[in-house]
C-alpha cells in the first residue's frame, strides 16, 4: 500500500478525533532549555497509535503557557507528568490557568509525585484524575473512556473524582512494556529537543529509553515506592528496531539511555550488542546508566561486544567515598568497586560520569556526632577523588546535596532529625530545600559542596580546559585564567584549606559575565 495512502488515512482518522494535551513541566526553575519528556511520549503512544492527535508542549517551548491556552480549550483532556521538584509549582501555574479558562477541562497527573501523594494530589481542587504508577495503559483508558463517556470506576491504578466524592480503584499490574507501541517522537515539534547536549556540535544524540523499573533497594530512591522492586525491559530485537527507525528518521549518530538501570540482564546486553552489529548500525552510547558491581561482575566477552558497538561513558551512582555511608544507602555496593571499574574503564576505554550524594541525615547506626560523621564524610570524598584522579583524568563528577523524596525510608531518618514536608500540593509547589529545614546540614557545608563542582573538580579533571576549546578567543583568555588559578586552587585541594574561597568567587562571578555578555554573543 501507497505510504502517501496510509499518511492521508491516518490524518483523516485523526481529524475526527478531540486531540490530547500532554505538557511536560520546568524541572528547574532557572532551565532554559527542557529536555523532551519520554515518559509523556510513553503514555501517548497507545492513543496515538489509535488515531488520538496528540499536541505536546514543552515548557521551553516558545510561547509555552499561550499553546497550552489555546490547545487546552477542545482538547479531550490535559495531562502533565511531574516529579517532587520545581515541576510541582510549574504544573500547579499551568493547571491553574487552564481551569480558571476552561472550567470544564479535565486535568489528568501522572509521574513519581501524584504516584507516591496520590491523596494529596486529588485532594487539590483543579486535578481530576492521578494516575498511580505505570502510566501507559492507565492513561489510554482514560483517554477511551472520556472519548466515549463511560464511567472511570473500571480503570485500575487511579484516583479520581465523582462529585463530591474521591474514588480510589484497585492497584494496576505491573506490565511488560513490550506490550506497548513504539514512543511517537514525532509529535515533539522541536526535532532538536530529542537530542542531547554534546561537546561536538554535528552530534545527533537521541534520548532513549530501554527498560522501566529498577529491582534494587537503595534508601533514598523513590523507585522501588512507584514500581516495588520491579523492572520491565524492552527485547533485544524491540530496542534494535527503535534505534534502525532513529537512524533513518533522525540520522542519529548516538543514544542516550536514560534507564534507572540499564544493566540489568547482560545477556539482554549481549543480544543487543550483536543484533546492532549484525545490521551495521554504527553509533555511539553514551551515559548508560549502571551499578559498579554489576558492572564490574560482566564477562570480558561482554566488554569485547561493548567495544564494538562503540560504548563511550556510563553514568553510575557512586554515591559516597565511605564504606559506611554506602551500607547506610542500602547500596549493596562498595567504594572499592568504584576503584576497580575506574580501572576497568580505563582499559575499555570508556568514560564514567560519577554521581555522589552529600548532604545526608545523620545515620543512626553511627555512634560520632552529625558534625564527626559530615566531616569524614567530605573526607573520603576527597579521598576517593583523589584516587580516581590518579587513575584517569578523563572522567567527570556530578555532585547532589541530598534532598527528601517523599515516602522514601531516608526521609523518615530525616522527619526524626527535625525535617517537615508539604502537607499540600500548594505546599510543595513552594518548598525548597532550604526552606524544608534540613537541619542537619551546615551552610559551610552547602558552600563546600558547590565549590566542589564549580572549582575543584573541573580543574582536577582538566574539564574546564576542554570545554574552553569551543569558545574561540573568549575561550583562549578563558584558559590563561584557569591556568593562572590552577596552582593555588591545587593546593587548597592538597592542604585541604577551604576559607576564604576568593577563587571559587572570582570563577563564579566570571561564569556569570561570560553566559551574560560573550557566549550569547558568539
Same mark, same amino acid.
Given at each position: ?23 511536560? +513541566? ?108 505505570? $502510566? ?37 499490574? %505491573? ?31 537521541? %534520548? ?45 549518530? $548516538? ?59 556510563? %553514568? ?87 534532598? +527528601? ?69 573568549? $575561550? ?20 585541604? %584549606?577551604?576559607?576564604? +574561597? ?21
Amino acid at each position: 500500500i501507497d505510504e502517501t495512502f496510509i499518511n492521508r488515512h491516518d490524518s483523516h482518522i485523526r481529524s475526527m478525533k478531540k486531540h490530547i494535551v500532554l505538557y511536560n +513541566p520546568r524541572p528547574v526553575k532557572e532551565e532554559t532549555k527542557t529536555d523532551v519528556s519520554l515518559a509523556l511520549l510513553s503514555v501517548a503512544a497507545i492513543p496515538y497509535s489509535q488515531g488520538y492527535p496528540i499536541k505536546y508542549v514543552n515548557s521551553s517551548n516558545n510561547n509555552a503557557m499561550d499553546k497550552v491556552m489555546q490547545l487546552s480549550k477542545s482538547a479531550l483532556c490535559v495531562g502533565f507528568t511531574v516529579m517532587t521538584s520545581y515541576q510541582v509549582k510549574d504544573a500547579i501555574d499551568v493547571t491553574r490557568k487552564v481551569k480558571t479558562k476552561y472550567p470544564g477541562a479535565i486535568i489528568v497527573w501522572g509521574g513519581w509525585h501524584p504516584s507516591i501523594l496520590p491523596e494529596q494530589t486529588i485532594n487539590d481542587k483543579d486535578i481530576d484524575i492521578v494516575v498511580i504508577g505505570q $502510566g501507559q495503559r492507565t492513561f489510554a483508558e482514560i483517554v477511551e473512556a472520556l472519548d466515549n463517556g463511560k464511567p472511570l470506576n473500571h480503570i485500575k491504578g487511579i484516583m479520581y473524582k465523582e462529585g463530591s466524592n474521591i474514588v480510589k480503584t484497585e492497584q494496576r499490574p %505491573f506490565e511488560d512494556i513490550n506490550n506497548f507501541p513504539p514512543l511517537p517522537y514525532e509529535i515533539v515539534e522541536s526535532e532538536q529537543e530529542l537530542f542531547a547536549n554534546s561537546e561536538n556540535p554535528g552530534d545527533k544524540i537521541i %534520548f532513549y529509553y530501554t527498560s522501566q523499573g529498577c529491582p534494587h533497594r537503595c534508601k533514598f530512591c523513590a523507585d522501588p515506592l512507584v514500581y516495588k522492586h520491579r523492572i520491565t525491559m524492552l527485547s533485544a530485537e524491540r530496542v534494535v528496531a527503535d534505534i534502525e527507525r532513529f537512524v533513518k528518521k533522525y540520522n542519529i549518530t $548516538g543514544v542516550h539511555c536514560v534507564d534507572t538501570n540499564f544493566w540489568v540482564s547482560e545477556k539482554r546486553v549481549q543480544d543487543i550488542c550483536r543484533l546492532l552489529l549484525d545490521k551495521g548500525i554504527s553509533i555511539k552510547w553514551v551515559l548508560l546508566n549502571g551499578r559498579t558491581e554489576q558492572l564490574l561482575k560482566m564477562s570480558d566477552e561482554t566488554w569485547n561486544l561493548l567495544k564494538k558497538i562503540n560504548l563511550t561513558s556510563i %553514568f553510575v551512582g557512586a554515591e559516597s567515598g565511605s564504606e559506611d555511608t554506602m551500607r547506610y544507602l542500602q547500596k549493596d555496593a562498595t567504594v572499592r568497586d568504584t576503584i576497580e571499574l575506574t580501572k576497568k574503564c580505563k582499559q575499555q576505554g570508556v568514560r564514567i560520569c560519577y554521581s555522589f550524594l552529600l548532604g545526608l541525615p545523620p545515620n543512626p547506626n553511627s555512634k560520632a556526632p552529625h558534625s564527626v560523621q559530615i566531616k569524614e564524610e567530605w573526607n573520603a570524598l576527597v579521598n576517593l577523588i583523589d584516587e580516581i584522579v590518579a587513575i584517569t583524568k578523563e572522567n567527570t563528577f556530578v555532585t547532589n546535596v541530598y534532598k +527528601p523524596y517523599p515516602g522514601t525510608a531516608m526521609e523518615e531518618i530525616c522527619r526524626k532529625n527535625g525535617y517537615k514536608e508539604p502537607d499540600t500540593l500548594d505546599g510543595w509547589a513552594n518548598y525548597t530545600t532550604d526552606k524544608g529545614g534540613l537541619t542537619w546540614l551546615p551552610k559551610r557545608y552547602i558552600s563546600l559542596i558547590n565549590q566542589l563542582e564549580v572549582l575543584y573538580l573541573p580543574i582536577l579533571t582538566d574539564e574546564s580546559y576542554k570545554k574552553l576549546n569551543k569558545y574561540g578567543v573568549a $575561550g583562549k583568555f578563558a584558559r590563561l585564567f584557569y591556568f593562572l588559578m590552577h596552582a593555588t586552587v591545587m593546593l587548597r585541594w592538597k592542604t585541604k %584549606f577551604y576559607s576564604f +574561597p576568593i577563587e571559587y568567587y572570582i570563577l563564579k562571578n566570571s561564569k556569570q559575565f561570560a553566559r551574560k555578555y560573550i557566549l550569547r554573543s558568539s
